[in-house]
T-cell receptor, first 117, second 108 residues
Framework: GAGVSQSPSNKVTEKGKDVELRCDPISGHTALYWYRQRLGQGLEFLIYFQGNSAPDKSGLPSDRFSAERTGESVSTLTIQRTQQEDSAVYLC???????????????FGPGTRLLVL | RKEVEQDPGPFNVPEGATVAFNCTYSNSASQSFFWYRQDCRKEPKLLMSVYSSGNEDGRFTAQLNRASQYISLLIRDSKLSDSATYLCVVNTGNQFYFGTGTSLTVIP
């Protein structure tokens, strides 16, 4: 079946511009996660959605970062006034979510490689 | 204190060797545990879940010690294709915590 998809796969932008990254989770997955991974480093948690609400936004690095999710499906991560340090791979993952006692598993999309010049 | 800690390595082992990775987690309320594999410039992919009784999948064996809050992954008869970064992942509530990964290179 279809996995998690992300678009665009690559994005090159100029410093100061806004970018929007999209994630389509696996159908039926209520939980959705955004992570950032800088070159050669581990995954950095950004934000988590359960349904359309975001109970945990603690990982967003600054107020330039925001995310939304609609219809318990697609999510967009927006970075305003991009900076060079925003260059990274942005990974989205989804899981079934919210089922107590169930062995939750996350499935990742291929990521969006963002380069800010 | 980090939620999940792993030795970053790198581990460089010859083909056919047995190699073990360890991981500790800080929250005793953590509910489920996983090992993911990440190849260079690719997304993480689930390698295996880790069950309390320990579990095996071919050459891979995962163990969980809840008392010590410790997870391990054993790879037997290493193949060149096992070269990757192995991520320890802990699920607490609806949040997933990732270790920074352990790098493995299997040498011919």
């Amino acid at each position: 079946g279809a996995g998690v998809s992300q678009s665009p796969s690559n994005k090159v932008t100029e410093k100061g511009k806004d970018v929007e990254l999209r994630c389509d989770p696996i159908s039926g997955h209520t939980a959705l996660y955004w992570y950032r991974q800088r070159l050669g480093q581990g995954l950095e948690f950004l934000i988590y959605f359960q349904g359309n609400s975001a109970p945990d936004k603690s990982g967003l690095p600054s107020d330039r970062f925001s995310a939304e999710r609609t219809g318990e499906s697609v999510s967009t991560l927006t970075i305003q006034r991009t900076q060079q340090e925003d260059s990274a791979v942005y990974l989205c993952a989804s899981s079934l979510g919210g089922l107590a006692g169930f062995q939750e598993t996350q499935y990742f999309g291929p990521g969006t490689r963002l380069l800010v010049l | 204190r980090k939620e999940v800690e792993q030795d970053p390595g790198p581990f460089n082992v010859p083909e056919g060797a047995t190699v073990a990775f360890n991981c500790t987690y800080s929250n005793s309320a953590s509910q489920s545990f996983f090992w993911y594999r990440q190849d260079c410039r690719k997304e993480p992919k689930l390698l295996m879940s880790v069950y309390s009784s320990g579990n095996e999948d071919g050459r891979f064996t995962a163990q969980l010690n809840r008392a010590s809050q410790y997870i391990s992954l054993l790879i037997r008869d290493s193949k060149l294709s096992d070269s990757a970064t192995y991520l320890c992942v802990v699920n607490t509530g609806n949040q997933f915590y990732f270790g920074t990964g352990t790098s493995l290179t299997v040498i011919p």
